[in-house]
């Protein structure tokens, strides 16, 4: 089946850890995109990727960082400089940039202790 | 950047009636989608919509892009529809999405 898939679901980290979320996908889209979501809030872009081994920040980079060697992946590392990393977290991918349907993987739900 | 607005923020409705939900911009838009986030957080294409008019079943989209606002309407209500629905948009020339705080909907049975 094409989609997005994301590990974990559901993710526990102490504070002061690092932790990586996974994001897969088999859609052959060019553009992937990690979002962050607060309860009762919309979503808020964190990076953004249109290629491989390029990636921009979104609204809200600092404390996070991503990387992307493979068209199919753009994990997302929480690092310990993230002040608030407590969230719902989504990925999303797209044909292109500009003007293109974005969809959704199923998330990680990321509790710090 | 753009600004979203969606209204109302909360909606409850008995099953089968019919409702609208807006989204207003701020920008001229290259993209504008509506989605349903269920109880479990999965976020659900309903429409890509920069501008006319789309239907799917039960659903339906109308964009005016010259007015700068974007409806989605729901008819005939089911308990399934239940969640909150996001707009998001684009602004022409740039890629990122921007989301509305979204319009959370109850259908009570």
């Known amino acids: 089946d094409g989609g997005i898939t994301q590990s974990p679901k559901y993710l526990f980290r102490k504070e002061g850890q690092n932790v990586t979320l996974s994001c897969e996908q088999n859609?052959?889209?060019?553009?992937m995109y990690w979002y962050r979501q607060d309860p009762g809030q919309g979503l808020r872009l964190i990076y953004y990727s249109q290629i491989v081994n390029d990636f921009q920040k979104g609204d809200i980079a600092e404390g996070y960082s991503v990387s992307r060697e493979k068209k199919e992946s753009f994990p997302l590392t929480v690092t310990s400089a993230q002040k608030n990393p407590t969230a719902f977290y989504l990925c999303?991918?797209?044909?292109?940039?500009?003007?293109?349907?974005?969809?959704f993987g199923p998330g990680t739900r990321l509790t710090v202790l | 950047g753009i600004q979203v607005e969606q209204s109302p923020p909360d909606l409850i409705l008995q099953e089968g009636a019919n409702s609208t939900l807006r989204c207003n911009f701020s920008?001229?838009?290259?993209?504008l989608q509506w989605f349903h986030q269920n109880p479990w957080g999965q976020l659900i294409n309903l429409f890509y919509?920069?501008?006319g008019t789309k239907q799917n079943g039960r659903l339906s989209a109308t964009t005016v892009a010259t007015e700068r606002y974007s409806l989605l309407y729901i008819s005939s209500s089911q308990t399934t529809d239940s969640g909150v629905y996001f707009c998001a948009a684009a602004s022409t020339g740039f890629q990122k999405l921007v989301f509305g705080t979204g319009t959370r909907l109850l259908v009570s049975p």
């Open positions: 859609l052959n889209h060019d553009a």
């Open positions: 999303a991918s797209s044909p292109g940039t500009t003007g293109d349907t974005q969809y």
């Open positions: 920008d001229s838009v290259n993209n």
């Open positions: 919509i920069p501008s």
